[in-house]
């Protein structure tokens, strides 16, 4: 595995040729660091430049460097020694094998010692990010949206190696974002993650700012907008429990709207 202890990307231009505003910017081991913008702003684009490490060879003509230097265009990963793993917008399983099967495949390949306890910590890891636990013994093809954006993550953060984790968009997915935060921030790894959700930028390091395809501006976020961070997450659990009350028939009576709401210390 290559070592990765910063990755730098260098800004090109926008859709319309123009050279983008952030020259570049370097992402540490340790750092969480989110892209936003509107959609169709090109912020796909770029986790697909990171991804692929672009060299002047795609249609944003940025760079991409690790640890300081480019790397060589004829440079082939082996796909399991791959520095990062891109969890896409749009992800399905296609195969028929029960979860357990398949994350003991993956940690074998992966050479993990004990595979039992690396599976435990993969399940309970998802089952943290997720509403619905993730039975162990249906198949990967059976488990929903939500379910499999959240094996996904815990997939890529404890069994896969990679240094680099891509997320683009989990909020429509059901999981547990702050919580998802938290729990990544215990690991050394760079996570960037596309979001439109507030809390999620706010609890970056800092965010890079999209729009017509360019790199506009790279806010880092103060402690201002941390502590705000921690109000609004409080926010996002309450809507998380009525959102659970909801999915489980339950009816949202002023005084259930109320027990929730005044125990906000916002
Ligand atoms: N720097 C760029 N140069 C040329 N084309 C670009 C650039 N950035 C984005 N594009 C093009 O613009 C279109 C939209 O970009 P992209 O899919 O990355 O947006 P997005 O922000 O991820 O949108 P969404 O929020 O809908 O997921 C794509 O066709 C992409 O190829
Ligand atoms: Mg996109």
Same mark, same amino acid.
């Given at each position: ?80 020694? +791959? ?22 495949? +993956? ?88 979001? +439109? ?70």
């Amino acid at each position: 595995m290559m070592n990765v202890d910063t990755i730098t990307i260098y800004g090109g231009n926008g859709k319309d040729g123009v050279k983008e505003p952030v020259e570049c910017f370097t992402m540490r081991v340790g750092d969480i660091v989110s892209i936003v913008g509107p959609t169709g702003c090109g912020k796909t684009t770029l986790i697909n430049d990171i991804e692929l490490f672009a060299n002047h060879n795609t249609p944003s003509n940025r760079t991409v460097e690790i640890n300081g230097a480019t790397v060589p265009d004829d440079f082939i990963f082996d796909p399991s020694h +791959h520095p990062i793993a891109l969890i896409s917008q749009h992800t399905n399983f296609l195969s028929d094998l029960p979860v357990e099967e398949f994350l003991t495949i +993956h940690a074998t390949v992966r050479g993990a010692r004990d595979i039992e306890t690396i599976l435990r910590e993969t399940l309970s890891f998802a089952n943290e990010l997720t509403g619905e636990a993730i039975q162990p013994d249906i198949t990967m093809t059976e488990l929903s949206g939500g379910q499999t954006r959240s094996l996904l993550i815990a997939d890529a953060v404890v069994i896969g190696n990679a240094p680099i984790i891509l997320l683009d968009e989990i909020e429509n997915a059901g999981i547990h974002r702050t919580r998802a935060l938290e729990l990544l921030k215990k690991y050394r790894k760079i996570f960037v993650f596309v979001t +439109h959700d507030p809390c999620i930028a706010l609890m970056s390091d800092f965010r890079i700012v999209m729009r017509k395809g360019a790199m506009q501006q790279l806010i880092h976020t103060r402690p201002e907008e941390k502590k705000v961070a921690g109000k609004m997450k409080q926010i996002d659990d309450m809507m998380l429990d009525f959102r659970q009350i909801i999915r489980s028939g339950g009816e949202l009576t002023q005084t259930v709207f109320d027990a929730s709401y005044h125990v906000l210390t916002i």
